[in-house]
């Protein structure tokens, strides 16, 4: 649902006003969504940012939720599936750890995406009215919500930004969001993006509560079409297929890196995203899963409009936006774009320390 930059600049004067604090800003711009960094040695240590306490599920204790909106998202959208998510129960900032329960996607839905809806109806209306967050903030302080999950299913997200060699250009791939997503189609965004969340039946396996396991699995399934799969009988189902034993390979090898941006909490639905960066330095990897005869050929999955991915090259901000509509945070989710920029910045670090 984009909104002009007027709008856009109002949402983010209104809620940095209400929750006090820093939104991230680029080229001028500031976005409404702030960011929690990560120390240095925890860059390369993705599950360092996750509290090792398995998450649990919590009473539901909801004093905002819309009905109205869940309901025309799931008539409009009947293949939305209910599964569980991991959720916010407590976010640190130094050393930056999340520490997370167990909800529901639609509970997510009606507590934390209607709120953006509102806030993003109020705008085009021109007069910033939001009851629903107002309802919910008579039972939980702005300030406390930046950092607790309290009272709504604040579920967690994972924006991976990836960026690659091509024949010695490092590029980055962002595409547009299909209809099959519940909200924020039509938008762009990094690829992979996804929900974070256990498959196995019950949250079976606390091994699922891994940042690393879930960008690799998303990999495989945005990226090489790899089936979802809901209820799995093993959690680690795909570590054997092609495509992640030979990223794997690099990455042992240190011709790959994933790496942890930050933690963005996106002011509009109050829900935290987990950002990353993969960063391929060999360019067999893209030129093997683009080959017309490629044993792990590159296709996206339904979330992803068809042949929507751009890839455009990184050395400049300038340089790079030109391979995009103009104000192109207006066509991204809020947190995408916060997680566009810092991969963008730490892979330029990486690409310049590299011997």
Known sequence: MPIDSRDYKNLTDYLQHLYQCQPFARDGIEHPVTVFYPSADQVHDLDS??????????S???PAYDYSYLHELQNRKPFLHNGYTFTMKRLTPEPLKLRGALGRYFDMLATCAALENELRDAAADGWMRAPSRATYHRAVDPQDALLRGTKRCAAIGIGTLTVFNDRGAYKAMLARRS????????????LPAMMFGPTTPDFANPQEWSVKHQVLREVLEEMFNMPEQWNPERWDFFYQHPALLYLQELMDAGKAELCLTGVIVNLLTLRPEISTLLLIHDPEWYARITAHDSDIPFKTAEETLSRSVIAAPIAEDKAFLSQFPTELHLQMPAQ???TLWLGLDLARDLIARRP
């Open 60 to 62: 539901r204790d909801y």
């Open 336 to 338: 995408a774009t916060a």
């Open 49 to 58: 940012v996750l509290d090792p306490y398995p998450p649990a599920i919590e």
């Open 179 to 190: 209809e099959k997503t519940a909200y924020d189609s039509g938008m762009f965004h990094v």
